[in-house]
């Protein structure tokens, strides 16, 4: 066998048995009369035991096939090359994409992970969350749940969410702890939804020992939640009214912000950089500021003269360009949806660990602001002259 699929299979087995597995997709039929049009695959538990369960589309219908993961990998083996031509593995650490071309030659390339965390096991149990409705107060208080501590039907979706973003900040904390009496400030909090789901977590369920500050423009949403943080008995939780911008921390050691609008979300990672923050999260939302400098060069003009392509290429450089500025500022970045795309367009998350400065990805940053024609990035600005 081909080194190259060899290599892809032993990914595939290891990353089911490491727990690192998000899911696996077989594409391009090698037979053009071929009715199996692609397969995907995804872990599943089944009595007790984990399983890889395939979905075989065909052209009219779908099947299930359930296999032990040893078996699973002998099938994928077969599948691939005779059957189809692609493989893409998704895993935490890496994703994986196998390929042969016209004349049968495989080839193997890697990309870094588009997915922090992998979709839960359970075949037939329910979900297990890290946030639960019955002991959290502040869901009944915020509209997400009843007095019982069920969650409403309109409150599931936002409980998704709450749950999905905690189980990511779980996985950053697995990779960097924060210090004792660690500083969390939240830009752009709104009313406080993950705010106080993290807060929760952190301390009733982790026992931590922190300081949460939660920065919000609008004076009400301010109001609410100091309130309910007050009936909740969380004591070292408070909210601010005040503009990201005029914020002055002492010190930061998680920043986040999650929707924060347009260059909120460049102010906020400016602060959290400028804090030596050891964790950065931001979820950015519009992107006004590079859609409005970028300019499409030759071909790319009869391409941007569309709305929605433009502000879709508004969204890649912005965001792209914050998470090279990130780099070259001292952060280990990944990139990738959030929660999918069902529940809200704006998803994407930049997650960024204290690491060594990368000062060359400023070269890229200036390269690809030349190739659009930017003038500048407002989070580069703000690095250069910070306030
Ligand atoms: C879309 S909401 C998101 C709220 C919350 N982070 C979440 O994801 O559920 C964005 C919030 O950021 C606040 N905001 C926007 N710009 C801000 C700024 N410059 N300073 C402080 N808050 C800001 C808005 O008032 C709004 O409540």
Redesign the pocket.
Known sequence: MQEQKQSFLDQLSESAAKGTFVKLTLSKPASKSSELHNIYARLVEIKGQLHLSFTLRYARRDETKNYLPAEAVKTVSDWLGKDFLQGDLYTTEKDYFFQYNKKREASLRTASPSHASTPNAGHDKAKKRLITADTANYLHLLGVANADGTIKKEGQKKFKQINKYIEIIDNLLAQQALPPKAHIV??????G??TFALYDYLTRKLGLDIEMTG????PA?VDLCNDIASKCGFEHLRFAA????DYQPGHIDMLIA????DT?TD?AIAKGILSDSAIIVV?P?CHKQIRKEMHGHGDMQAILKHGILEERQAELITDGLRALLMEANGYATKVFEFISTEHTSKNLMITGLRAKAQPEAMAKVEAIKQAYGIKHHFLEQLLATPS
Do not use: F, N, P, V
């Open positions: 939240d830009m752009g909090s709104g009313k939804y993950l920065i919000e423009l609008r949403l005040q503009d990201i911008r999650l929707h924060a609008c909120a102010e979820a939302c």
